[in-house]
């Protein structure tokens, strides 16, 4: 049976590691360096089968496996076979991950970990026994605790109530002049190499404290010298130590009460000599040189060496020269340096391997989605959905609100019912509005500010009876918003109940001079008026119909149970069919509220912004005794502000978003939103001015622009009203 | 393994008390989701004892009904927390990087997600889409 190494066969017999067989063919997996065969070290990683930095010692050797040498110096390339179309490419990785819930999970099958196993099964507890030669690779253990593991077939994610490290203790590999030639092997690999009928020729067995080189011909170590001064010729020298260092790497990685180390994992060994020659990082091929040198440089402490010099962060991620580190330190600093933190993974991965499992944040779909794919919209993600940015033509939509009707799914809106004995009380602290002057069937746009009076969201409060009420929210902001009033309620004890409607309710808004001709067709022979609101069938769908306006014309937002969405807008589509009735947009919708001097929380403001910032203050009564933020707002009313929000024009397109304001050659701020607005027959923007004197003349684009009242459009909001 | 069903009934938000003495009509499997919030799927009455309580027609939720075999080859792999052994059980999370419902019966699991994800779940979890003639049955009771 045979492989292929660097494209030549290789011959091996059954049981046979990748490594075994190499070295059985007088060759290195490597190109040289002492050899463990127990994956502590990466002296044996190769690239077997497209996956670089496999340890071969670890990877049964089977026919028509394809093992390359990663190249003497560097690192193998990267394969960047990317996908074609990464946007379409398959969300699931190549690799599952199947899970386990157990009691215990033990790490190692030797005698420690064997011992501990029984002993907890006395006891009755359930036990799963992970070891890397039952091809159970553990690449990490992360608090919960969570043990991952890498198997032949899939990743195995063990979630434990405790873990026990049993994973022993590793030999010492050699670092001294000449650590790098091939034919060096540790003991425990001789012993192996041995029971597979491996010739090692001539050996020579040297312990590692009386060692003081390696000597060799073409790479190939030929002669041992000893600290005594002694040379002994040899095909294979064997290394021997008297002290061990503990294979905690897994148990550095987690601080968790529920998991612990035991055996020789745990225990303490003396430390090698100090290094003075050789390789101590054959992973990254650093020197007991370049230690010293990063040592002269002031990185005088293991953890900033470690960083400095990159020992330690390679392959076997101190597996080899993690004692010699310790020494090193220990030996400058005249105390035992205690061992670096551990982190996954403790094997590399590929990609695939790492990423199993998880997943892009999700988008919602609207119960419209498919309506809109019909009717040739162009998807976009905002807000956490899955949202129509064009139907093909932003103009024709755009016009359409303006000068007709026009249709635009809003189901997306955050959206609560809140009733009980504290209702008004509670939305009286949570909005800086006055709430309780409300009459029923009557809304009010609110601001929701932050304790440091920031607003973090907008939306409408709608009374539908004395202590019941329905608020609605932005669509990006709705989770949070969502969170906060439960959050805030919960906080004050009040007697609230809360439910949210987001994803329960649809919500189309039916939008521009013809809407309430629109509803009237479909069922609704009156209308409410402006900021009222009620509920009616429409086209025979209960509905709950806010009359309000983002748009600067007439709207009526439609809020329905989620299951009637596509007959509410197919009746609505067809009722308007002779009217021109289209659909319109986010990119339409932008605009439309710019025109009129909308702000949009997240596009317009900053994380900062205050109402006055927003020239909102109208939206805020500091005469309540309370809201949150109030204290805040009370505290900096006095105090200078740089920043404010200000609306501009200019001739000519608009220019992009984010585009910097200049006063002189001095920028002043930045440009949020921009339109060029065919209605108005100019450029609008929103923009920030954060220096004073706040100028009344700008320059944007390297044109002026000039400093406008909001909103742009029907300043008055007889349309809005009409 | 079927095309998921839309699953309608009532939500219902009360006082704890409330709920626990609440009262459905209809075919119902009750989510208590919550401690002061219910989801009874299959439910056109409720009678619940607390004037200020929230009783809301719900929609939102669509369900696929896996057999065990089903659910451990295409769900379980990717639910990260304990699953409930006893029977009837609900349990809510993350599974797949979706929040769903689960709803373990005798025989078979309700994997139960909003509307608005089944689209992810299709994807993710390699089950049928909701299939346009089931769409259509928005009124469909789900049989427990």
């Excluded at chain 1, 001079?513 to 509803?519: D, K, N």
């Excluded at chain 1, 002779?578 to 439309?592: C, E, K, R, V, Y």
């Excluded at chain 1, 910097?660 to 949020?672: E, Q």
Aim: glycine share 10%.
């Amino acid at each position: 049976m045979r492989f292929a190494l660097d494209d030549q066969p290789v011959d091996f017999v059954d049981g046979d590691s990748v490594a075994v067989a190499v070295v059985r063919s007088g060759q290195h997996p490597q190109h040289g360096g002492a050899l463990c065969l127990t994956g502590d070290c990466g002296n044996c990683s190769a690239d077997v089968d497209g996956v670089p930095f496999t340890r071969t010692c670890l990877t049964p050797a089977r026919p028509g496996l394809r093992v390359r040498r990663h190249p003497a110096v560097g690192g193998p390339p990267l394969q960047l076979d990317a996908p074609k179309n990464p946007v379409q490419s398959p969300v699931h990785a190549g690799v599952e991950v199947h899970r386990r819930h157990v009691d215990v999970a033990v790490i190692g099958a030797g005698e420690s970990g064997t011992a501990e196993a029984a002993r907890l099964r006395a006891d009755g507890r359930e036990v799963l026994v992970l070891d890397s030669g039952n091809g159970d690779d553990v690449v990490g253990v992360y608090p919960g605790p969570l043990v991952v593991v890498r198997t032949p077939e899939h990743m195995l994610h063990v979630h434990a109530h405790e873990v026990v490290i049993a994973t022993g203790a590793a030999e010492v590999h050699p670092v001294c002049e000449g650590n790098m030639l091939r034919g060096i092997v540790l003991a425990g690999a001789a012993d192996l190499l041995r029971s597979k009928g491996v010739d090692l020729g001539t050996t020579v067995t040297v312990d590692i404290a009386e060692l003081a080189r390696f000597e060799g011909d073409d790479g190939r170590v030929s002669r041992v010298v000893f600290a005594d001064g002694r040379t002994e010729a040899c095909d294979t020298a064997i290394v021997a130590s008297r002290t061990k260092a503990p294979r905690d790497l897994l148990a550095r990685m987690v601080s968790d009460p529920n998991v612990r180390v035991v055996g020789p994992a745990a225990q303490r060994f003396d430390l090698p000599p100090a290094p003075v020659d050789g390789f101590v990082c054959p992973c990254s091929k650093i020197t007991v040189g370049d230690l010293q040198m990063v040592w002269d440089k002031g990185f005088q402490h293991l953890e900033l060496v470690k960083r400095a010099a990159l020992c330690g962060t390679g392959t076997c991620q101190g597996g080899v020269c993690m004692p010699h580190l310790r020494s090193f330190v220990s030996d400058k600093q005249g105390v035992e340096a205690a061992p670096f933190t551990g982190r996954p993974a403790s094997r590399q991965l590929t990609i695939a391997e790492a990423a199993a499992d998880v997943f892009l944040d999700p988008f919602r779909r609207s119960a419209l989605h498919d309506e809109h794919l019909k009717l040739g919209a162009q998807m976009d993600r905002f807000g956490g959905w899955w949202r129509p940015w064009n139907y093909g033509d932003a103009m024709r939509e755009y016009w359409a609100v303006r000068e007709g009707v026009s249709l635009g799914d809003v189901s997306t809106l955050g959206k609560m019912i809140v009733t009980g004995p504290d209702v008004v009380e509670a939305l009286e602290r949570l909005y800086p509005t006055t709430i309780a002057d409300i009459r029923p069937g009557r809304s009010r746009y609110v601001l929701l500010l932050n304790e440091r009076g920031h607003l973090i969201d907008d939306g409408m409060v709608c009374r539908e009876s004395d202590d019941r009420f329905v608020l609605t929210f932005t669509s990006g902001g709705a989770a949070f918003a969502e969170a906060w009033v439960r959050d805030w309620i919960d906080t004050w004890g009040l007697d609230v109940r809360i439910m949210d409607r987001t994803i329960s309710h649809g919500a189309i808004n039916v939008t521009g001079p013809l809407a309430g001709a629109l509803l009237q067709r479909v069922g609704v022979a009156e209308p409410p008026k402006f900021l009222q609101h009620r509920h009616a069938a429409v086209a025979g769908i209960d509905c709950h119909i806010m009359r309000l306006s983002f748009t600067g014309e007439a709207s009526f937002e439609l809020h329905h149970p989620v299951a009637h969405s596509v007959e509410l807008w197919q009746a609505l589509m067809e009722a308007g069919r002779d009217m021109n009735i289209t659909p319109h947009g986010l990119q339409a919708l932008f605009a439309l509220r710019l025109e009129k001097g909308h702000v949009i929380v997240g596009m317009d403001t900053e994380l900062d912004s205050t109402p006055r910032r927003l020239n909102m203050d109208w939206a805020v009564k500091m005469d309540k005794p309370d809201f949150i933020g109030r204290t805040a707002l009370a505290r900096t009313a006095d105090l200078p502000d740089r920043r404010r929000l200000f609306g501009f024009t200019m001739d000519g397109p608009a220019p992009t978003e984010g585009a910097p304001i200049y006063v002189g050659d001095r920028i002043v701020g930045h440009v949020a939103s921009t339109f060029t607005s065919p209605i108005l027959g100019t450029a609008v923007m929103l923009g920030w001015q954060k220096h004073e004197p706040w100028a009344d003349t700008v320059t944007i684009d390297g044109r002026p622009a000039t400093v406008a009242h909001t909103p742009f459009y029907d300043p008055e909001g007889a349309r809005a009203r009409a | 393994m079927h095309a998921p069903e839309r699953l309608d009934g009532l939500r219902v938000v009360a006082t704890p008390d409330a709920l626990d003495h609440a009262w459905f009509e209809g075919d119902v499997v009750v989510f208590r989701i919550a401690h002061d919030e219910v989801i009874a799927f299959g439910a056109v009455v409720a009678e619940v004892p607390d004037e200020h309580a929230i009783v809301e027609r719900e929609t939102a939720f669509v369900g696929w009904g896996l057999s065990y075999p089903e659910f451990d080859d295409l769900v379980a792999r990717h639910v990260e927390w304990p699953l409930p052994t006893e029977r009837p059980a609900l349990a809510q999370g993350m599974a797949a990087g979706l929040p769903v419902k689960l709803w373990f019966e005798h025989d078979r699991v309700l994997l139960v997600v909003s509307s608005g994800f089944a689209h992810e779940v299709v994807e993710r979890f390699r089950l049928p889409a909701f299939a346009e003639s089931v769409k259509k049955q928005d009124t469909r009771r789900m049989r427990a």
